[in-house]
């Protein structure tokens, strides 16, 4: 990742992390390489945008680098800096020191050696630095719309080659973060994590609202006028949906519970807009509106037009 990662995101060192996140999620929507199919650029931002979230929000990792411990990349940083500027190897009395300190060769050893995760302890008999954990790998994972809505679990398959079902999590959306704890590279101490993101594939009848689903339902001129009971599709599958007599196209009715789960447990309605399509060149229609005599009033007087 080139650059700061606050600067990456665009946010102050000492953002929260809700800011951090509302940040990540507006990038990565705007750079996601669905939307810039021809442009490689975005592509390579939207990687960077994810490593920058990827360090800044894990408060472990946002900690060390905020300390200078892990450089953007999530590197350790050189342990052979450690002390600059605190003055030299000097003469005293009778004993090596660098800078103030009075020669406590553990420290210096530390200093040069405990953070790379070896074996030397502090001083005598002090606790040796831990062994570093595996390197942390990266999975994207598309979710289908309809199984994100009921949080359907997805099964994915791992670096290693072992599969998992993966339980998604309530309020889902595109650029969700789940993190798998020890699922990453293996190392001196332990395994890293298996980060994933969700990318929720669009569909080709519904839209999401927020929490809710839309969908624009064809009816026919009779049932518009008289009403009548249809067959709607929805994410749970279909159900039977009343359209109340004399209802005209663009009115919108609800289906409680039908959209997406809500990350306090409920769930969001679907919103059916009704859609009245006509045939073409029906003579007998043409003959009945022609004798209509409602037909001819203008239904857009209120509009002062």
């Known amino acids: 990742m080139a650059g700061d990662p606050y600067s990456v995101l665009g946010v102050a060192r000492g953002a929260s992390e809700a800011e951090i996140k509302k940040a990540y999620r507006t990038l990565a929507k705007e750079l996601h390489p669905d939307r810039n199919s021809d442009n490689p650029k975005a592509a390579e931002r939207f990687a960077q945008v994810t490593a920058a979230y990827d360090l800044l929000g894990d408060k472990d990792k946002r900690a060390r680098f905020d300390r200078g411990e892990i450089d953007p990349d999530g590197n350790p940083t050189q342990p052979f800096g450690y002390g600059a500027g605190r003055g030299g190897f000097r003469p005293g009395n009778g004993q090596a020191g660098f800078g103030g300190d009075n020669g406590d060769f553990g420290d210096i050893f530390e200093g040069l050696f405990g953070r790379m995760g070896g074996g030397f302890t502090r001083g005598f008999g002090g606790r040796a630095a831990p062994p570093a954990k595996g390197a942390d790998m990266t999975y994207r994972l598309q979710v289908p719309f309809e199984d994100a809505a009921i949080l359907k679990p997805q099964r994915i398959t791992l670096g290693d080659g072992k599969t998992i079902d993966l339980k998604l999590p309530a309020g889902v959306e595109t650029g969700t973060q789940m993190r798998l704890a020890g699922k990453g590279e293996p190392g001196p101490g332990g395994p890293g994590d298996a980060m994933v993101t969700v990318e929720i594939q669009p569909h080709r009848f519904f839209t999401r609202d927020g929490d809710n689903i839309r969908l624009d339902l064809p009816v026919t001129l009779t049932e518009a006028v008289e009403g009548a009971k249809v067959k709607v ?63 001819r009033r203008n239904p857009r007087s209120a509009l002062g037009v």
């Open 233 to 295: 599709p929805t994410a749970d599958g279909a159900v039977m949906l009343a359209i109340p007599p004399g209802s005209s196209s663009g009115r919108v009715l609800r289906l409680k519970g039908k959209g997406f789960h809500k990350k306090g447990g409920e769930r969001g309605d679907q919103l059916v807009t009704l859609m009245i399509q006509l045939p073409a060149e029906d003579a007998e229609l043409k003959a009945f509106v022609a004798g209509w005599e409602p037909g």
